[in-house]
Each structure stands twice: as C-alpha cells, then as structure tokens.
C-alpha cells in the first residue's frame, strides 16, 4: 500500500497489533504485582504508548517527558534537548521508559542518565524500533518491537518534519 508518493509500507497495522501484543506479555511477566510508572518520550511514543499500556492489564501509572534533536530535516543536529521533564518523583519507582526507535541513541542515553540521578528502584527500556546502523552510543534495549533498516521510518507517531505520525502502518520514506 502505498499513501504518497513518499511513503511505503514497512510495518503494517496488524504486525504492529502483534508486536504490541508480544511486547506487552512479556512486560506484563516481569512486572506483576509491582507499581509500575511508564514515562513516555514525547512526541514519537504517544501512539505505541496508548496501544502499550491498554494491552498491559497491569495498573500502570503514566508520566511523559519531551526531547527533542531533530531540526527541520531528516539528520540528527545531535544536540539533544530536554523540553519538558518528569512532573513527579521517581525515587524508588519501578520505571518503564517508552520510546518510539532508537537511532544514534543519543536521545535515549540523555533520557536515561537523567533518570538515573533520580534513584528508580529500576530503570528499563521497551522501544518500538531500533535502527542498529546508526547507533552512536551503546544502548540495551530490555524490550524491543521491530529492528528497522537505515531508511527513514515515519508513521505510527514517529515524524519527518512533523508530518505523517498519523499513519496507521510504519513506513519508510521512498527516496528512489
Ligand atoms: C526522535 C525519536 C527518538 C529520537 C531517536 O525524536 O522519537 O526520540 O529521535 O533518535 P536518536 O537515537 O538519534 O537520538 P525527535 O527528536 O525527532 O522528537 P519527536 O519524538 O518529537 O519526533
């Protein structure tokens, strides 16, 4: 299916329901009984993060912060900043950190020192993607949906220049 000129499908909808699903076992496993807070990066997680949590069946609390490093295009500026952070106190939390992928891994690695000052019980990572070929700084994944190739991924929250996080389906930008 294609929905412009620009974009093809990578992922479509039901495979992302699976992924979700998967994910969501194996979360649910690891976190039973305990008093889970999810924090979620805005913008690119607010759609896995809404499928997430309502697959979950654990009672979740949800917080998000604000990153931003990608300027007006397609790279990086690699200069990562934080627009908005946690609301509430984290110490001694069991925290869950949502991310839509994982390129350089610059964002992810700001996100998490910054948590970790604040002295979580434990601190782990569910990314819907990872783009291993552009990693710049080691990130562990502890639950991961898709490994994508180095092809620009919009769709399913995540943007190019603020456009097409409305698709239903991950896709990628045709540039051929
Ligand atoms: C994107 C994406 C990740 C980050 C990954 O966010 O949502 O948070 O980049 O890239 P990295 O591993 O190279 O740091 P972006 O800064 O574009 O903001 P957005 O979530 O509002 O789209």
């Known amino acids: ?40 990066i805005l913008k690119g997680s607010f759609v896995f993060m809404a499928d997430l949590i309502r697959q979950l069946a654990l009672p979740v609390e949800v917080e998000f912060v604000r990153l931003s490093s990608y300027g007006a295009g397609k ?26 992928i994982v390129d350089t891994g610059l964002s992810i690695s700001l996100l998490l020192n910054y948590l970790r000052e604040k002295r979580p019980a434990s601190l782990k990572l569910c990314s819907l993607a990872d783009k291993p070929s552009r990693r710049k700084v080691p990130v562990t994944i502890d639950y991961l949906g898709f490994t994508v190739p180095y092809k620009f991924i919009v769709g399913y929250g995540i943007d190019f220049d603020e456009k097409f996080r409305y698709l239903p389906d991950i896709c990628f930008i045709d540039e051929d």
Do not use: C, H, W
Request: aromatic share 4%.
């Open 1 to 40: 299916m294609v929905y412009s000129p620009q974009t093809k499908v990578l992922f479509t909808r039901d495979e992302i329901q699976r992924v979700v699903n998967r994910l969501a076992l194996e979360i649910r496993s690891d976190y039973t009984g305990k008093r889970l807070l999810v924090v979620g």
């Open 75 to 100: 790279e990086t500026s690699g200069e990562v900043r934080m627009v908005q952070g946690l609301e509430t106190a984290i110490e001694g939390r069991d925290v869950l950190v949502v991310e839509d």
